[in-house]
T-cell receptor, first 113, second 110 residues
Framework: DGGITQSPKYLFRKEGQNVTLSCEQN?????MYWYRQDPGQGLRLIYY???????QKGDIAEGYSVSREKKESFPLTVTSAQKNPTAFYLC????????????FGSGTRLTVV | KQEVTQIPAALSVPEGENLVLNCSFT??????LQWFRQDPGKGLTSLLL???SQREQTSGRLNASLDKSSGRSTLYIAASQPGDSATYLC?????????WGAGTKLIIKP
């Protein structure tokens, strides 16, 4: 079955550490996205990529970095520069400009300890 | 700048009732609008997608409507069941970005 796989499901980060969240899709979608979800707030876009080797900053890109070396993969690194990283992170993909809608992964919950 | 609002933030109804969730947006220039469901600590499941040229979409007990001119969408759930308990999010595709509402947390009491 086609879909998006995010790993790990839970992640704990110590102060000053960089951590990388994995997102893999086998839907042959061109576009991939990373969102952050905080309680009581709508999802906010961190980064998005429409093609391989190209990505754009979203609304809250500071303290995050991404890469898109393969069509299937769009990993997100939460750097030590992100001062409040505890949140639920969702990866999504879509066909080009999401005409057919988005497909989401099951999310990664990141907690700073 | 597009803004999406969902009211109410939380709703609790007895099982079997029909209910309506609301979503409003400030800029009518949208490509589509989607309704999603999120179960606690999990990812999102797409429920219904309404293209900008459409007025409504139906899937089972769910019906979503779209009125671009007034900047409103509603999600109608018929004959609610305890399994419908979740947070419902609407998202507007505006200028190649999804803009999200904060969601409505729905509790269906048995």
């Amino acid at each position: 079955d086609g879909g998006i796989t995010q790993s790990p499901k839970y992640l704990f980060r110590k102060e000053g550490q960089n951590v990388t969240l994995s997102c893999e899709q086998n839907l042959n979608h061109d576009a991939m996205y990373w969102y952050r979800q905080d309680p009581g707030q709508g999802l906010r876009l961190i980064y998005y990529s429409q093609i391989v080797n190209d990505f754009q900053k979203g609304d809250i890109a500071e303290g995050y970095s991404v890469s898109r070396e393969k069509k299937e993969s769009f990993p997100l690194t939460v750097t030590s520069a992100q001062k409040n990283p505890t949140a639920f992170y969702l990866c999504a993909s879509s066909i080009e400009q999401d005409y057919y809608g988005y497909t989401f992964g099951s999310g990664t919950r990141l907690t700073v300890v | 700048k597009q803004e999406v609002t969902q009211i109410p933030a939380a709703l609790s109804v007895p099982e079997g009732e029909n209910l309506v969730l609301n979503c409003s947006f400030t800029d009518s220039a949208i490509y589509n609008l989607q309704w999603f469901r999120q179960d606690p600590g999990k990812g999102l499941t797409s429920l219904l997608l309404i293209q900008s040229s459409q007025r409504e979409q139906t899937s089972g007990r769910l019906n979503a409507s779209l009125d671009k001119s007034s900047g409103r969408s509603t999600l109608y759930i018929a004959a609610s069941q305890p399994g419908d308990s979740a947070t419902y999010l609407c998202a507007v595709d505006s200028n190649y970005q999804l803009i999200w509402g904060a969601g409505t947390k729905l509790i269906i009491k048995p």
